[in-house]
């Protein structure tokens, strides 16, 4: 069944939800702040550790690098097209909405919750190569591994920032939704250098989310997200 791991990824999370908002109110505010930055730093190291994995390579004995330009340029144009599109406004407007139907207009946090949680189950090579393999090889493997890990996430968020972390199952559901029907059209001509670029680039991503956590900023991260088209583009090249 095309699709069945993007559903049992979303049923990963909305336990987690449940389970944090059940045991949250349990936990102090100190602990509540400390599970967040984990989660801010387990992000970061993912996404770094998964961007390096591109960039880095043993060659005669020697660390080499590259990709610099790849990320320069799809940042640089991703961002600046995210922008143009206020990619980063129409995911507050839905999380405002959201708020707005679950009569959570009391909760301070539910945004901080709902973007946090949004961008770090969202964003990455996972949420995008997951579907794909789901849809072209029927193998939704990888999104029970992402699962878990969102599963724990969501968890510790929920916990920390209430049910606004919970609430990102939408656009996990509509993301990923989004790019297993696409795997369907366009997944058989994306060559392993794109797949490559995607990873590269998505984890950069991931690594900013991990900032956003651990230091309480705001960097655009939805704004950034046209840089994984423009990183698939750039492997024709």
Same mark, same amino acid.
């Given at each position: 069944?095309?699709?069945?791991?993007?559903?049992?990824?979303?049923?990963?999370?909305?336990?987690?939800?449940?389970?944090?908002?059940?045991?949250?109110?349990?936990?102090?505010?100190?602990?509540?702040?400390?599970?967040?930055?984990?989660?801010?730093?387990?992000?970061?190291?993912?996404?770094?550790?998964?961007?390096?994995?591109?960039? +880095?390579?043993?060659?005669? #004995?020697? *660390?080499?690098?590259?990709?610099? /330009?790849? =990320?320069?340029? !799809? @940042?640089?144009? $991703?961002?600046?097209?995210?922008?143009?599109?206020?990619?980063?406004?129409?995911?507050?407007?839905?999380?405002?909405?959201?708020?707005?139907?679950?009569?959570?207009?009391?909760?301070?946090?539910?945004?901080?919750?709902?973007?946090?949680?949004?961008?770090?189950?969202?964003?990455?090579?996972?949420?995008?190569?997951?579907?794909?393999?789901?849809?072209?090889?029927?193998?939704?493997? +990888?999104?029970?591994?992402? #699962?878990? *890990?969102?599963?724990?996430?969501? /968890?510790? =968020?929920?916990? !920390? @920032?209430?049910? $606004?972390?919970?609430?990102?199952?939408?656009?996990?559901?509509?993301?990923?939704?989004?790019?297993?029907?696409?795997?369907?059209?366009?997944?058989?001509?994306?060559?392993?250098?794109?797949?490559?670029?995607?990873?590269?680039?998505?984890?950069?991503?991931?690594?900013?989310?991990?900032?956003?956590?651990?230091?309480?900023?705001?960097?655009?991260?939805?704004?950034?997200?046209?840089? +994984?088209?423009?990183?698939?583009?750039?492997?024709?090249?």
């Amino acid at each position: 069944m095309i699709g069945l791991g993007t559903l049992i990824n979303c049923a990963m999370v909305l336990l987690g939800g449940a389970v944090g908002l059940l045991f949250g109110r349990a936990i102090r505010q100190e602990v509540q702040r400390v599970m967040t930055i984990a989660c801010g730093l387990s992000s970061a190291f993912i996404g770094a550790s998964g961007t390096l994995a591109r960039m +880095l390579a043993l060659e005669n #004995g020697s *660390l080499t690098s590259g990709g610099a /330009m790849l =990320l320069v340029i !799809s @940042l640089v144009l $991703g961002g600046l097209t995210g922008a143009l599109l206020d990619i980063e406004g129409k995911l507050e407007r839905l999380g405002l909405w959201l708020r707005r139907k679950s009569h959570s207009e009391g909760d301070s946090r539910f945004m901080d919750g709902f973007t946090s949680a949004a961008f770090t189950i969202c964003i990455g090579a996972m949420a995008i190569i997951g579907p794909m393999n789901d849809a072209l090889y029927h193998d939704y493997s +990888l999104l029970v591994t992402k #699962g878990i *890990l969102d599963c724990i996430i969501v /968890m510790a =968020l929920s916990a !920390s @920032l209430g049910r $606004g972390a919970v609430f990102s199952v939408v656009p996990l559901f509509l993301f990923q939704g989004a790019m297993t029907l696409l795997a369907c059209l366009v997944g058989p001509l994306l060559s392993d250098a794109a797949l490559a670029n995607l990873s590269c680039v998505g984890n950069s991503l991931i690594f900013c989310v991990g900032v956003n956590l651990m230091f309480d900023t705001k960097l655009p991260v939805a704004n950034l997200l046209p840089s +994984l088209i423009v990183a698939c583009v750039m492997a024709l090249f």
